[in-house]
């Protein structure tokens, strides 16, 4: 009931292809689907997040998409650059109150851009 | 320079013994959270503190323990009890009633 499962395990794509993440989950209490960029030995930081009252949230070249009724999100980086090479997590929490910080996270994506 | 500081980057760890990670945050975050990131899993949430002197389990709380009393400083004990510590552990803040949560770099546990 708590997990968010997220594919692919990795990715490779050149530069200027736009990957595509994405996440499913099962709580449908669940209304606040953040995504975090993690590189090698540095902690997770949030790139963008998305509530259910919206379909499409764009921050730069970060979208994501969510489908509420199909219970699944995903994260689309236009123009990718080798510098987006990364590790990157969805993540889900009931909004609101003392709950934000307790995210459920999916088990990471190793996005390599090729120059 | 505002931000949270982990202390050590690499622990290493010999059986049966308690070890402290330390985490320090000057942005003034009222709530603090503890994290253990696996390879190829994604963090799961052990104790979080929203206020001095509080704290709560997580998913995974057994065989760790934590205190809070400061604002600034919420430190993680793995004790003898946790069977397998080898991880990489990330302490995070946020200031309530925002959403965003800031992440400190890590510390790595081993096993020795």
């Known amino acids: 009931q708590q997990q968010v499962k997220q594919s692919p395990q990795s990715l490779i794509v050149q530069k200027g292809g736009i990957p595509i993440i994405n996440c499913a989950y099962e709580?449908?209490?669940?209304?606040?689907f953040p995504w975090y960029q993690q590189f090698p030995g540095k902690g997770p930081a949030l790139l963008i997040a998305?509530?259910?009252?919206?379909s499409e949230k764009k921050e730069g070249r970060f979208t994501i998409s969510f489908n509420k009724s199909a219970k699944q999100f995903s994260l689309h980086i236009m123009d990718s650059q080798p510098g987006d090479s990364a590790t990157y997590f969805c993540?889900?929490?009931?909004?609101?109150?003392?709950?934000?910080?307790?995210?459920?996270f999916g088990q990471g994506t190793i996005l390599t851009v090729h120059p | 320079d505002g931000g949270i500081t982990q202390s050590p980057k690499y622990l290493f760890r010999k059986e049966g013994q308690n070890v402290t990670l330390s985490c320090e945050q000057n942005?003034?975050?009222?709530?603090m959270y503890w994290y253990r990131q696996d390879p190829g899993q994604g963090l799961r949430l052990i104790y979080y503190?929203?206020?001095?002197?509080?704290?709560q389990k997580g998913d995974i709380a057994e065989g760790y323990s934590v205190s809070r009393e400061k604002k600034e400083s919420f430190p993680l004990t793995v004790t003898s009890a946790q069977k397998n510590p080898t991880a990489f552990y990330l302490c995070?803040?946020?200031?309530?009633?925002?959403?965003?949560?800031?992440f400190g770099s890590g510390t790595q546990l081993s096993v020795l």
């Open positions: 995070a803040s946020r200031g309530l009633p925002a959403e965003k949560l800031f």
């Open positions: 998305i509530r259910p009252d919206v």
């Open positions: 503190s929203q206020i001095v002197n509080d704290f």
């Open positions: 993540a889900a929490s009931i909004a609101g109150g003392t709950s934000y910080g307790k995210l459920t």
């Open positions: 942005l003034n975050h009222d709530a």
């Open positions: 709580n449908t209490a669940f209304d606040y």
